[in-house]
């Protein structure tokens, strides 16, 4: 059974930058397509980002040219590159394969 555990979240001022890892276990990671959602206080779950098994990128409008999702294979880990970092980014950010939800990392763009 395929296990994620995210990492990397924190406070960080707007404009700033942070990088998420998900490192997957119990799966043969190279042969799924993962993805990061967030979900903010009051808001539905929405999807940030994918990546499938082929490295093709997917993004939501709001966070293109801003965030960089990518995977090591060789290590089972993806990961979300933000910078620009803006106050509505704040959200708790979850690692995704189909079937399978990491337990989430906050992120908090305040000054």
């Known amino acids: 059974q395929v296990q994620l555990v995210e990492s990397g979240g924190g406070l960080v001022q707007p404009g700033g930058s942070l990088r998420l890892s998900c490192a997957a276990s119990?799966?043969?990671?190279?042969?799924?397509?993962m993805g990061w959602y967030r979900q903010a206080p009051g808001k539905q779950r929405e999807l940030v980002a994918t990546i499938g098994s082929n490295g093709n990128t997917n993004y939501a409008d709001s966070v293109k040219g801003r965030f960089t999702i990518s995977r090591d294979n060789a290590k089972n880990t993806v990961y979300l590159q933000m910078n620009s970092l803006k106050p509505e980014d704040t959200a708790v950010y979850y690692c995704?394969?189909?079937?399978?939800w990491g337990q989430g990392t906050q992120v908090t763009v305040s000054s």
């Open positions: 119990g799966g043969i990671f190279r042969l799924y397509t």
């Open positions: 995704w394969k189909i079937g399978v």
